[in-house]
């Protein structure tokens, strides 16, 4: 490398020596050819139904304005100070607020603010996990979680869902299972509400069998419930740390109710397992940002909050029907796909001999993409599912994506057919119930205008 | 000199490409030219004619950039490029043309069919598909005609795989080849151009008003084999994370065996016409590989087990790419590198 040089990048011989610096972890970490395709979903002229994007443009910008300038105004200095890594104690009080408005009881000091949901994730796997140790979790689970887990050299097992959620039948299976061969969890983790992504949310039963099976082994439950009061039908479902305290350690944040851009979340556990969190969160930031806390304080203090929310669910509701009814109509009878009652995801299953991360190229090409089945399971599982979002994008989008997509599947379907003579090579016009434009037309709709941008700067 | 540096793009290579281009701009930066960096879009004829580089590096890989398609309109606006031609570009980035050429100049290549979907939709193809399996063998590999990388390529253990591994290898290109699979090691030789010091204008192997290099002679750089830590297959994610493949550079190769790939190398190399650089991979299967050795009627028999998958155009050029690892190798860093790659086209300053 030649010296004085502005930007130096290493060469071949570096790598090696880098490589050898590297920690065991970082090989277990999951990078992959779907990391950089996913990295073209976010192109501009494409309708991305992969992200996982609330819709924070109906924030009004005026209200943005005058918080800040009452947090200028009031709390200038300390705003732009470190401040306890457990947080402000203002900003705990909103939290006893939301954690109310879902049925829990809480105090101030059980509960640690975090910078984001995904930090307790963290904190959690660096709080309990060993290399090697088993954490047990649904399949599939939430893309977001795998690298955290991969990161601290968890072994993860995957228990099965269904439209109540994970089987807790097969959960305690799989713990005997792991008892028999000399191994105990440190933790279940589980997205109860509206999981991500498998849309589905645990049944009532399943809740209190959860929660037994977990205090019975001495089990600790992560429950993460970012989307919980995100609900669009039916009535809401007690939160597992209702049912129990002293095993569940429970997350939430503020970014689906208010914004993912003050990367607020927190965390309410077992006193002892919440002092080492504490710690592990003061190597990891000292603390979260004190200007995103005073704004979410002045937030709470400039009106009922639960507006805004409301008016999320209105927005997010519609949408998540005109993907149902843009399914139906578009994708072929093959497919399946969940009803989520509330949340930001759907969970649609293609037939097996469909690869979703080779068919994201393909819908790349239509300028439409999603997230792979695979992203959300750690064993290789998930090839022929797909998550669709429905907050991020405008109804026309959703509308034209699907259509999009259901075009490309059927193709393949039809591929299929006609590679095992299963079927006569069907012709595209597809099924009766869903006529299709007429080829001008359809061609013209590949064209469609999109708002250039619009989606980015979120 | 004033160098548009063109990277991005649309295809599915584009951050490899972003990273590639990065690295190029940094060299050409310390090297003393004005670098002018182009994310390719809508817009690059627009930028071109706006910036009016003497010279465009194509930091591309994929579709558009690797095909001959960013080739052809620099041809069109009179801009000097770097690496291949036109010609060359659309003959090595689909394997399929490539193969055959290599077919009939007799440079081993394993046993392939290839097809597009009409064959499939509207010939029948299908009923076909029982006989190839039966010549090729399982396991078959079966690959999208034009995707770089390793996306899209799928291993066909049994009958029962083939179907879903060619909906997967159509979801990247319209046309797919099926290929006898060589079990061997994975070697990748790198070609650049060495230039001799007069600067005599040669035609490059393009036709006549085209794009020209200087007269050059080609030369093979050590070769690189790369062994991957986990997969069972030298894959997409392996070939771009530090840490996932071991790289041995240069191939620990009896000289007879090393000195034959670099020498098929350079054979593709000027087969295709390629030009500045290109890298080749190749299989090294055992001596008797049974597969090719038998079907391979024209002398394979003679490059002992070795076979060429395909030439890359414009390889990569990030920090785990192999054609920098091999001019490392060869005691050429990455600066001179750039520096050759640029010097192997011949300019006229505006």
């Given at each position: 490398m030649s010296p004085g040089s502005r930007r130096s990048r290493s060469t071949a011989h570096d790598i090696e020596r880098y490589a050898a610096l590297f920690a065991q972890r970082t090989k277990v970490m999951k990078s992959s050819a779907m990391r950089d395709l996913m990295a073209l979903t976010?192109?501009?002229?494409v309708i991305s139904l992969a992200g996982g994007l609330?819709?924070?443009?109906?924030?009004?910008a005026e209200s943005y304005a005058s918080l800040m300038t009452t947090v200028a105004a009031e709390s200038c200095a300390r705003a732009l100070q470190y401040g306890p890594t457990e947080g402000l104690a203002l900003v705990k009080r909103c939290i006893v607020e939301v954690m109310q408005a879902e049925g829990m009881e809480v105090d101030a000091d059980e509960v640690l603010v975090t910078t984001g949901g995904q930090q307790v994730i963290d904190l959690v796997c660096k709080t309990l996990l060993d290399p090697g140790d088993v954490v047990v979790t649904e399949g599939?689970?939430?893309?977001?979680?795998v690298p955290t887990f991969s990161a601290y050299q968890a072994d993860v097992v995957q228990v099965t869902m269904d439209r109540d959620g994970m089987r807790t039948d097969e959960l305690e299976a799989t713990l005997e299972a792991l008892e028999t061969a000399g191994r105990r969890p440190k933790f279940i983790y589980t997205v109860?509400?509206?999981?991500?992504?498998?849309?589905v949310t645990l049944s009532l039963e399943r809740r209190r069998e959860l929660v037994r099976i977990a205090a019975e082994r001495e089990l600790l439950v992560l429950e993460d419930n970012?989307?919980?009061?995100?609900?669009?039908?039916?009535s809401p479902l007690p939160t597992l740390r209702s049912l129990d305290d002293e095993f569940v350690i429970y997350a939430s944040t503020f970014s689906k109710i208010l914004?993912?851009?003050?990367?607020l979340g927190w965390t309410a556990a077992p006193a002892p397992v919440l002092a080492k969190m504490n710690i592990g969160k003061a190597a990891s930031?000292?603390?979260?940002s004190s200007l995103s806390q005073y704004f979410v304080s002045a937030y709470f203090d400039?009106?009922?909050?639960?507006n805004y929310v409301r008016s999320l669910i209105e927005i997010y509701r519609r949408r998540r029907d005109v993907m149902l009814d843009a399914l139906a109509e578009h994708?072929?009878?093959?497919a399946e796909w969940t009803h989520p009652q509330g949340g930001l995801f759907i969970w649609a299953t293609l037939p097996d001999y469909i690869d979703t991360t080779d068919l994201l190229a393909r819908a790349l090409e239509q300028h439409v993409a999603f997230v792979p089945?695979?992203?959300?399971?750690?064993?290789?599982?998930?090839?022929s599912s797909m998550r669709l979002n429905f907050?991020?994008?405008?109804e026309e989008l959703i509308r034209e994506g699907i259509r999009r997509l259901g075009e490309v599947v059927r193709e393949q379907v039809a591929l299929y057919g006609t590679l095992t003579g299963a079927?006569?090579?069907?012709?595209?016009?597809?099924?009766?119930a869903a006529p299709q434009p007429a080829a001008e037309e359809s061609e013209l709709a590949k064209v469609l205008r999109l708002p250039a941008q619009r989606s980015r700067a979120r | 000199m004033r160098v548009a540096v063109l990277k991005g793009g649309r295809s599915l290579e584009r951050q490899v490409s972003l990273k590639s281009g990065a690295r190029v701009e940094d060299a050409l930066e310390r090297l003393g030219h004005e670098v002018v960096a182009i994310d390719v879009g809508a817009d690059l004829v627009e930028r071109l004619t706006e910036e009016?580089?003497?010279?465009?590096?194509?930091?591309l890989h994929g579709r558009d950039g690797e095909d001959g398609t960013v080739q052809e309109l620099l041809e069109v606006m009179g801009i000097a490029y770097t690496g291949s031609g036109v010609s060359s570009c659309i003959r090595a980035s689909d394997k399929v043309l490539a193969k055959h050429a290599m077919l009939d100049a007799g440079i081993p290549t394993p046993d392939f069919f290839a097809f597009n979907e009409t064959a499939f939709r509207?010939?029948?193809?299908?009923?076909?598909l029982p006989a190839i399996e039966e010549r090729l063998e399982f396991p078959i590999v079966v690959k999208p005609?034009?995707?770089?990388?390793?996306?899209?390529i799928k291993f066909?253990?049994?009958?029962?795989?083939v179907p879903s591994a060619l909906v997967a290898a159509f979801s990247y290109d319209r046309k797919v080849l099926l290929e006898r699979h060589i079990d061997g090691r994975d070697l990748a030789v790198s070609v650049i151009d060495d230039q001799p010091d007069d600067a005599g204008a040669a035609q490059?192997?393009?036709?006549?008003?085209r794009a020209r290099g200087k007269s050059a002679a080609p030369r093979a750089l050590p070769i690189v084999e790369a062994v991957p830590e986990q997969e069972d297959f030298y894959d997409f994610e392996a070939r771009y994370e530090i840490g996932r493949t071991r790289f041995v550079?240069?191939?620990?190769?009896p000289e007879g065996v090393a000195e034959r790939a670099r020498s098929v190398a350079l054979d593709v190399y000027r087969l295709l016409g390629c030009r500045g650089f290109a890298r080749v991979d190749l299989m090294l299967g055992?001596?008797?590989?049974?597969g090719a050795a038998r079907?391979?009627?024209?002398?394979?028999?003679?490059?002992?087990?070795l076979f060429v998958l395909e030439v890359n155009p414009i390889p990569g050029l990030t920090e785990t790419s192999l054609l920098p690892q091999a001019a490392d190798a060869a005691g050429i860093g990455f600066d001179e590198l750039i520096e050759r790659i640029v010097g192997a086209v011949e300019v006229t300053v505006k």
């Open positions: 976010e192109r501009a002229d609330p819709d924070t443009s109906t924030f009004p599939p689970t939430y893309p977001g979680a109860p509400n509206f999981h991500n992504p498998a849309g970012p989307y919980g009061l995100l609900r669009y039908e039916g914004s993912p851009g003050v990367r930031d000292l603390c979260s400039a009106g009922p909050w639960e994708f072929p009878r093959e089945g695979r992203a959300a399971y750690l064993d290789g599982r998930g090839g907050s991020g994008v405008d079927g006569p090579a069907p012709s595209r016009a597809a099924r009766p | 009016r580089p003497d010279l465009a590096f194509v930091a509207e010939l029948g193809a299908a009923q076909a005609a034009s995707q770089g990388s390793a996306l899209g066909a253990r049994t009958a029962a795989d490059s192997g393009e036709a006549g008003c550079c240069p191939a620990e190769l055992e001596p008797d590989d049974s079907d391979g009627e024209d002398g394979c028999r003679a490059h002992s087990g």
